[in-house]
């Protein structure tokens, strides 16, 4: 059964870099059908895509956060990472990361537990 | 980029049937996936592709799609399906790119 778990701080200060990173079991991140993705929630909101990432490294990002966003891989790891910089209290959420089907119209069929990050100084 | 638009929340008796719907240009070129999501929980999937249900998800939830709207039904609504509900799909104006809708919240009375 495939697992997915971020981990990184719980607690960021303003107009610092947020970092989480994705460890992947159960299953190779090498694997051509799929992507890996971020997705994060503001507390009492919605769903929001910020960006997935191709085992060969291709990334392809939200336009709304492009400017501040990098999404990595090590396969040799087995996890992704999230790198998101210049941090403000609109970027408090749970960000989760997720296995999305690479087939059609991009199913998101695993996903970690998600781990809240709270910017504040 | 594209949008998908849900009502904010639809309410149901319990035992009756709901329809919930996702509305946007990408649905009419691609399928839609519902999730699930109840508080403090991850989204978990629940209908994927043509109408499709993982393992372990009852056979009261089924999907649709008709133009530009996909529907996620359920038939004979559970106390326990009270929850937020999420469609998605791919963008249709950016390839490789996710979108998702509002959400839904359903309850169930």
């Known amino acids: 059964q495939l697992q997915l778990q971020e981990s990184g701080p719980g607690l960021v200060k303003p107009s610092e870099t947020l970092s989480l990173s994705c460890s992947v079991s159960?299953?190779?991140?090498?694997?051509?059908?799929?992507?890996w993705g971020w997705i994060r929630q503001p507390p009492g909101k919605g769903l929001e895509w910020i960006g997935s990432?191709?085992?060969?490294?291709?990334?392809y990002y939200n336009p709304s956060l492009e400017s501040r966003v990098t999404i990595s891989v090590d396969t040799s790891k087995n996890q992704f990472s999230l790198k998101l910089s210049s941090v403000t209290a609109a970027d408090t959420a749970v960000y989760y990361c997720?296995?999305?089907?690479?087939?059609?119209?991009?199913?998101?069929?695993?996903w970690g537990q998600g781990t809240l990050v709270t910017v504040s100084s | 980029s594209s949008e998908l638009t849900q009502d904010p929340a639809v309410s149901v008796a319990l035992g009756q049937t709901v329809r919930i719907t996702c509305q946007g240009d990408s649905l009419r070129t691609y399928y839609t996936t519902w999730y699930q999501q109840k508080p403090g929980q991850a989204p978990i999937l629940v209908i994927y592709g043509r109408n499709n249900r993982p393992s372990g998800i009852p056979d009261r939830f089924s999907g649709s799609s008709s133009g530009n709207t996909a529907s996620l039904t359920i038939t004979g609504a559970q106390a326990e399906d009270e929850a937020d509900y999420y469609c998605?799909?791919?963008?249709?104006?950016?390839?490789?790119?996710?979108?998702f809708g509002g959400g839904t919240k359903l309850t169930v009375l």
């Open positions: 997720a296995r999305i089907d690479s087939s059609g119209y991009l199913p998101l069929d695993y």
């Open positions: 990432i191709y085992y060969s490294g291709s990334t």
């Open positions: 998605n799909s791919r963008d249709s104006s950016a390839n490789h790119h996710v979108v």
């Open positions: 159960g299953g190779s991140i090498s694997s051509s059908s799929y992507y």
